[in-house]
């Protein structure tokens, strides 16, 4: 008895080794095979942010079959991205470094869709500052902040909320 107990233990806590090591392996592979991906990408655009704008912008390029590369610091949103087989990196977009990675200099355009104005404002002027040539499409939440982003670099500025008021009083 004990030492059929203590075999049917050894299998159980084998096979929980075996289950957790394989999960880690195949989320590793996953890792690099996205990263080697996104290394490979010429002409794609970044999209900082995986809100609620985010997501329909996902959404409006994929159905437009355009490449792209999803920048966000929310784990729950990059899961959610994820699950829709989208090359999406967990960071913050306002750092250089997450912006490299995500291919800015290879990159033809860069959509900053992130709520807080600021953040946008930041992100637009770093990336200006690595790729000159960079079609950049900022989100605005507060009239005032266009400017700031035109002169950060951004080639268009788009607000939200003033574009569906106009909508809704037609």
Known sequence: VIILGMSAAAY?????IQAFLAGEMER???HQRMTKEIGQMRDHTILCGYGRIGEILAEDLTRSQQAFVVVESDLERVTKARDKDLLCLHGDATADEMLIAAGLHHAKALLTALPND??????????????R?????ARAEHPATERKLRQAGADRVVLPATIG???MSR
Do not use: M, S
């Open 12 to 16: 159980t806590f084998g096979g929980f």
């Open 28 to 30: 590793q592979w996953g």
């Open 118 to 131: 600021a953040a946008n404002v930041f992100i637009t002027l770093t990336a200006r500052n690595l790729n």
């Open 133 to 137: 040539d960079l079609l950049i499409v």
């Open 165 to 167: 008021a106009k909508q």
